[in-house]
């Protein structure tokens, strides 16, 4: 069992940053790879980020791409979602979300139905 407690999100005017952390209860947690997503209202959940166990990989969304990183510390039982350069559009809530390691590569990674455990998320909302 892996439990994710979302933390980091607030009010940021268009153009700040914000850093969002997952910090995960559970042993395993070095053997989950880690995704964040995010919901606006009345919209899907989508696909933000995601890292390896090993941290050797990481992938992103065409719409974050060089603004926001993906990071963890294995250590501390934490992922965090640097983001910077923020838009109105970045607002959402978001999540972060465990998946064990039969999930692998981009297709995977970007599934929300593939994820084994899933954060309460943390609202972030950029005003322009």
């Known amino acids: 069992q892996v439990q994710l407690v979302e933390s980091g999100g607030g009010l940021v005017q268009a153009g700040g940053s914000l850093r969002l952390s997952c910090a995960a209860s559970?042993?395993?947690?070095?053997?989950?790879?880690m995704g964040w997503f995010r919901q606006a209202p009345g919209k899907e959940r989508d696909f933000v980020a995601a890292i390896t166990w090993r941290a050797d990989s990481s992938y992103y969304a065409d719409s974050v791409k060089g603004r926001f990183t993906i990071s963890r510390d294995n250590a501390k039982n934490t992922v965090y979602l640097q983001m910077n350069s923020l838009k109105p559009e970045d607002t959402a809530v978001y999540y972060c979300a465990a998946v064990s390691d039969y999930c692998s590569g981009y297709g995977c990674y970007v599934t929300p139905r593939w994820y084994d455990y899933w954060g309460q998320g943390t609202q972030v909302t950029v005003s322009s």
């Open positions: 559970g042993r395993t947690f070095s053997t989950y790879a």
